[in-house]
């Protein structure tokens, strides 16, 4: 990395697992305009792909659920590319669903997403990355879900939270070759916000956040070049949270709409 710019990523490939929209699609632009080459994956091709200063992200399809794909897709890129210097995975998500009648299936497939899934490409990003010059950084993203779960969303919040647990134990395990860190994403002003937050896209929700309004992907493309870079070079196991301070507490809120002091 060039020594004059640490976030300089020239001559660095970087993986996103989910890169081809939303939080992903922003990663994986963030990387490019840094000088990175660009893999990104998902279960279908999709329209468009990340792209930044002229630059375009290369697509490669995996359903990393599977832990062969999963092994397969670190293969490949370093097969197109000759390394793997940095993995971020981004895939993940879930419906709210009612924790007293949802299906076994369905709990199966958030888990799989959304801890097996990260679990078996580290792994496979591991063995490229553990015995070459420089090793590797991985940056798992995770959810405030981890830390304050919410109404409906009992599989998600369970997988998240092993999201950052494990975390940490690869941490132990895998330093100093290898640093593996983790980011606590909060609210995200994305294209579907409106079926999240809301028919106004999430501005009424932005008043319970410290920072006056929800996050946009590219704050959390940010964090991710910093734990990627030599700036966080002694940073291992960390969970950084993305989130604008968290939200207010409730009874605050009830407070402040009664016009009572906080």
């Not at 964090?223 to 969970?239: I, K, M, R, T």
Request: charge should be negative; glycine fraction near 12%.
């Amino acid at each position: 990395m060039d020594t004059e710019s640490p976030l300089d990523f020239t001559g660095r490939v970087v993986l996103v697992t989910g890169g081809t929209k939303g939080i992903g699609a922003a990663i994986a632009a963030a990387f490019l305009g840094a000088g990175a080459d660009v893999v990104v994956c998902g279960r279908t091709t999709p329209d468009t792909l990340p792209a930044a200063g002229g630059r375009e992200a290369v697509f490669l399809a995996a359903d990393v659920r599977d832990p062969a794909a999963a092994s397969s897709l670190v293969d490949s890129a370093v097969e197109r590319f000759g390394r793997l210097d940095v993995l971020v995975n981004n895939a993940g998500g879930s419906p709210d669903s009612d924790a007293a009648t949802v299906s076994p299936r369905f709990v199966e497939k958030i888990v799989a997403l959304n801890l097996l899934a990260p679990f078996y490409v580290a792994q496979a990003a591991h063995r490229v990355m553990r015995d070459r010059e420089g090793g590797g950084s991985i940056v798992n993203i995770g959810s405030v879900s981890a830390h304050d779960p919410q109404p409906g969303t009992a599989a998600y919040t369970a997988a998240k939270a092993g999201l950052l647990a494990l975390t940490r134990a690869l941490a132990l395990e895998w330093a100093p070759a290898v640093r593996v860190n983790h980011i606590t994403t909060g609210l995200i002003r994305t294209p579907n916000a409106a079926s999240v937050y809301g028919a106004d896209g999430g501005a009424a929700v932005a008043g319970v956040i410290p920072m006056g309004r929800m996050a946009v992907p590219e704050d959390v493309a940010r964090a991710c070049l910093f734990l990627a870079s030599e700036l966080s070079g002694y940073v291992n196991g960390a969970d950084l949270a993305v989130h604008g301070g968290g939200e207010f507490p409730a009874r605050y809120l009830a407070a402040r709409a009664a016009g009572e002091p906080g």
